[in-house]
């Protein structure tokens, strides 16, 4: 991936004029065509200007997530306690512990981080679906299992907390967009990892809860971070304080998720958003996610820098070009993340 310099507003725009002749001309011509201007001594630098001194002062400090391009054309690894699929794009992480309403135990922990780390370097994962099997998301962690072997052996709770932070943070760092389909119950961690996804859809039956004070525990599984940014500080004391559980109604009236549907609509309306977003640019897409997940951690001037560095990062790629051109062809763009 090559990087190039940024530019300054002009009285015409954003960019000069030549850039967006040259970005059209450079998005109807062909691989063919591009390999000879760029062996006949052409470059990108007339599409995005040469880099100098108009780059922000300030350089990215958070990385820029480019998801490498690895296949996934191989099965997928098989799970005692997850089930994932993966198809043209999609992959669905699906608990599988049905007869616990897929609680979580100890190898859940491991298989959950292994299965994340697998999408996060995979680029033909572009979109991430996160659901229970049996009609339930999750019923938060296994406490029958809790002194029990079910996964590594911990000399103390400090330690097995790491296995649990290690999927929030993995999950977190997706660069892909994810989405939670609820049915059921999800209370407890499988409510935050639920809400830890980018968008949260729920089937009309489902029902959430911060279940943590009626267990003797605090919350755990980011819920302290989450709730005060999806619902406000003094809601997410109510949820936590009280630790009721609520209706996909009432999770829907605070805030909590992004939509609710009826139970057999479900299904159809996750799919038809994964199809959407995998109709999107990829690598723009990550950039987005990232910039809007800090942004309560950096200043304007943070962020304004930060939109700049991912708008150079994008026009070093051929997405961008092919959405000019379907733009001026009237047709659909095809992103291929490159």
């Not at 619902?231 to 805030?255: C, M, Q």
């Not at 910039?291 to 309560?296: C, E, T």
């Not at 150079?312 to 051929?318: A, I, P, R």
Request: proline share 5%; net charge negative.
């Amino acid at each position: 991936m090559a990087w190039y310099g940024w530019t300054r507003r002009t009285s015409t725009g954003p960019y000069r004029p030549f850039q967006m002749e040259s970005l059209a001309r450079s998005a109807k011509e062909g691989p063919d065509d591009e390999r000879d201007r760029r062996d006949n001594g052409g470059s990108h630098e007339d599409v995005v200007g040469a880099a100098g001194p108009e780059l922000p002062i300030r350089v990215e400090t958070h990385a820029v997530i480019i998801v490498p391009p690895v296949s996934s054309n191989a099965n997928s690894k098989q799970y005692e306690t997850i089930i994932v699929d993966r198809a043209e794009g999609v992959v669905t992480l699906t608990f599988n512990r049905p007869e616990r309403k897929n609680a979580v135990n100890g190898q859940m922990w491991i298989e959950l981080h292994d299965a994340l780390t697998e999408i996060y370097n995979n680029g033909s994962d572009r979109v991430v679906v996160l659901t229970g099997a049996n009609n339930e998301f999750c019923s938060g962690a296994d406490l029958n299992t809790v002194g029990k072997s079910s996964g590594r052996e911990h000399s103390h709770t400090y330690y097995s907390m790491r296995e649990v932070t290690s999927v929030i943070l993995a999950l977190a760092r997706l660069p892909q967009p994810t989405i939670a389909k609820v049915r059921g119950v999800a209370v407890g961690v499988g409510a935050n990892m639920a809400l830890g996804c980018d968008l949260v859809v729920a089937s009309d039956n489902a029902r959430f809860s911060e279940i943590f004070a009626k267990r003797g525990l605090s919350l755990d599984g980011g819920g302290s971070w989450i709730l005060p940014r999806r619902v406000g500080l003094h809601r997410a004391k109510e949820l936590t304080f009280f630790a009721d559980i609520i209706s996909a109604a009432e999770a829907d009236r605070i805030g909590l998720v992004n939509r609710v549907v009826p139970d057999g609509e479900l299904d159809a309306f996750v799919a038809d958003w994964t199809q959407r977003l995998l109709a999107m640019p990829p690598i723009a897409l990550a950039q987005s996610k990232r910039m809007l997940n800090n942004a309560m951690n950096v200043t304007l001037e943070e962020a304004l820098d930060d939109e700049g560095t991912a708008q150079t990062v994008n026009f070093g790629t051929k997405d961008t070009p092919e959405a000019i051109a379907a733009f001026l062809e009237k047709r659909a763009p095809v992103f291929k993340g490159r």
